[in-house]
C-alpha cells in the first residue's frame, strides 16, 4: 500500500469552537487529544483568534490542523479538523452549525443572546457532530432536534417560570375547547 495514501476516516471535526470579539472562549467541544488540556485549548484557541480576527478569509492552517471560520457582530465560530480534512466538509459543517444558531436566535447572533441560549447552541454541537463524527449538516433538522430535546425537558428539572407557562398554555387551550 501506498504510504502517501491516508485512510478515509469517519472522525473528520476535530473540535468545534466560539470565541468573543476579544478571542475569550464562549464554547468550546474537542474531539480528540490533540489539545488534551484546557490550558492547551485556551493558547490554541488564542493563537487562532490573533492569527484570524482581522483576517477576510475564511480558512487556515494552523498548528497541523485546517481551521474554517467566519464571524457575525461579536462572535467567531470555528471548526477544526486534521490538515488533510476536505475543507469542504468542514465548511459544510460550519454552515450548518452558524445557520442552526442564527435560526435559534431569530438571526440575532451576538454574545448576549447566544449565552441566554447556550443550553441550545450546545445541543445543537451535539446534534452536529458526536465524537469527531459528522451526524446531521442541515440546518434546519438540526433546529428541530434541538427544539424536541428542549421541549422533552422533565418537569423535575424545569424552572418555576418554565412550569408556570406549561400550566397557563394548558389552561388557555382547555378554556379555548
Not at 66 to 81: A, I, K, N, P, W
Not at 158 to 170: F, G, L, P
Request: charged fraction near 25%; aromatic fraction near 8%.
Amino acid at each position: 500500500m501506498d504510504s502517501g495514501v491516508l485512510e478515509a476516516s469517519l472522525y473528520t471535526v476535530k473540535g468545534i469552537a466560539i470565541l468573543d470579539n476579544d478571542g475569550a472562549r464562549v464554547l468550546a467541544k474537542y474531539y480528540d487529544d490533540t489539545y488534551p488540556t484546557a490550558k492547551e485549548q485556551k493558547e490554541f484557541e488564542k493563537n487562532l483568534f490573533n492569527k484570524t480576527h482581522r483576517a477576510n478569509a475564511e480558512i487556515i492552517m494552523l498548528e497541523g490542523m485546517t481551521c474554517v471560520y467566519r464571524s457575525s457582530v461579536d462572535l467567531y465560530f470555528y471548526v477544526m479538523g486534521s490538515s488533510n480534512e476536505n475543507e469542504l466538509i468542514l465548511v459544510s459543517v460550519l454552515n450548518a452549525f452558524f445557520d442552526a444558531v442564527s435560526m435559534m436566535l431569530r438571526k440575532n447572533v451576538e454574545k448576549r443572546t447566544l449565552m441566554e441560549n447556550l443550553d441550545g447552541v450546545l445541543l445543537a454541537v451535539d446534534e452536529i457532530v458526536d465524537g469527531g463524527v459528522i451526524l446531521e449538516a442541515d440546518s434546519s433538522a438540526i433546529v428541530q432536534q434541538v427544539a424536541m430535546k428542549m421541549d422533552d425537558v422533565p418537569i423535575t428539572e424545569q424552572t418555576v417560570a418554565q412550569v408556570i407557562q406549561t400550566a397557563k398554555d394548558q389552561l388557555k387551550w382547555s378554556l379555548l375547547k
